[in-house]
């Protein structure tokens, strides 16, 4: 039996997407539900996938029968499955992909709060505050010190599952207009991930999504300065 994947909805679930591109570059074959979880209804659907992971969210992965909860834990099994190809071959170099891994999942998605997941496809976006880039630069100053150090074109070389967990984050603040003047190799870096078949096929999905907008996103007082939506 094919593992299964109770995925998210796709311009909304960051967490589903990190997964299901680590399984999709992993070549394992899964099939998949995507789980509504805009409100109201995603009390109710949620609700249900509590009955078999006790977090009562997504994303989870059904294996034999044995529900793999969490995000992190579905990609560490892909990359298990693919015989350690989403992490480098090197103990020190693959300690840092995990670093980065576990500093996403422990609190940079909070990075420019208001730049939700959603927000990437809204048809019209404002600018990024001045807060907003100067959060950015911590983050791709970062990012673009690790590309200089492997050579590229992904953060380790090979494709990894650091890439992976930083594309959704990635996605949001680059489909603002942040300026990467500043960090070419990142700008590089962005663009070979959008054009990976796996991502293209979800944002694919996601763009033709009703956009799911929040009121918070605008900022009180700010002049409206919106841009044209990413192609």
């Known amino acids: ?58 994303p989870v992965l059904v294996v034999d029968q044995m529900a793999i909860f969490d995000s992190v834990a579905i990609m560490e099994y892909a990359n298990e499955v693919a015989d350690g190809a989403l992490l480098p071959a090197d103990r020190v170099a693959r300690a840092r992909a995990r670093s980065l891994v576990a500093w996403q999942h422990s609190g940079l998605s909070g990075i420019c709060a208001r730049i939700s997941f959603e927000s990437a496809f809204y048809p019209l976006k404002r600018s990024l505050t001045d807060a907003e880039r100067a959060e950015c630069r911590r983050l791709f100053d970062c990012l673009d010190q690790a590309l200089e150090q492997s050579g590229g074109p992904y953060l380790f070389g090979a494709l990894s599952l650091a890439d992976l967990m930083l594309m959704p984050t990635v996605v949001r603040l680059a489909r603002h207009d942040l300026d990467f003047a500043r960090w070419p190799l990142s700008r590089n870096w962005t663009t070979a991930l959008l054009e990976r078949a796996s991502v293209a096929e979800w944002m694919r999905e996601a763009d033709a999504l009703p956009h799911i907008w929040f009121d918070d996103y605008l900022v009180p007082g700010d002049a409206i300065r919106m841009v044209p939506a990413a192609a």
Do not use: C, H
């Open 1 to 58: 039996m094919k593992p299964f994947l109770y995925s998210g909805t796709k311009n909304a679930s960051s967490w589903a997407m990190r997964a299901w591109l680590a399984l999709r570059e992993a070549g394992i074959d899964f099939d998949e539900e995507v789980v509504d979880i805009r409100r109201p209804q995603r009390f109710a659907n949620l609700e249900r996938i509590g009955v078999f992971s006790p977090p009562a969210m997504v």
